[in-house]
């Protein structure tokens, strides 16, 4: 027998579910994963919820076909356009997991920065050796 919580839980589950794929929007990720965490969050439950394997299935399934993003950014639409693409894949509460489109400055802006961080680092390394 169902109980009526594990049929809201499976029906407000399915609701997100459907959003993701109305809109073909990859599914928050995790080490390229399904995000359980946020996923659960997204809809009101705890990540427990998906210790019932009848509800990680739909959760695949979805992944399966619109895919999972490589972070868990926020589920925000990027209007701003270069090009007519996006300016930035996602935004993310990490900088590090920001995209940029590829003809963004800001990307090899950033790129070259960071570059010039690890050379700078490598050499202090050396030079205490």
């Not at 990540?47 to 925000?76: C, I, K, N, W, Y």
């Amino acid at each position: 027998m169902t109980r009526v919580s594990e049929v809201s839980t499976r029906a407000a589950l399915e609701a997100a579910l459907d959003t993701y794929l109305a809109h073909n929007r990859p599914l928050l990720g995790w080490r390229g994963q399904p995000n359980l965490v946020r996923i659960a969050r997204q809809i009101g439950y705890h990540r427990a919820m998906f210790r019932d394997p009848a509800l990680r299935l739909p959760v695949e399934s979805a992944a399966a076909v619109v895919g999972v993003a490589e972070t868990a950014g926020f589920d925000l639409d990027i209007h701003g356009r270069l090009d007519g693409r996006p300016w930035i894949g996602q935004l993310s509460r990490y900088s590090s997991a920001l995209t940029c489109a590829p003809s963004c400055p800001a990307a090899t802006r950033r790129g070259q920065v960071r570059r010039r961080a690890l050379v700078s680092r490598a050499r202090q390394s050396r030079v205490r050796q």
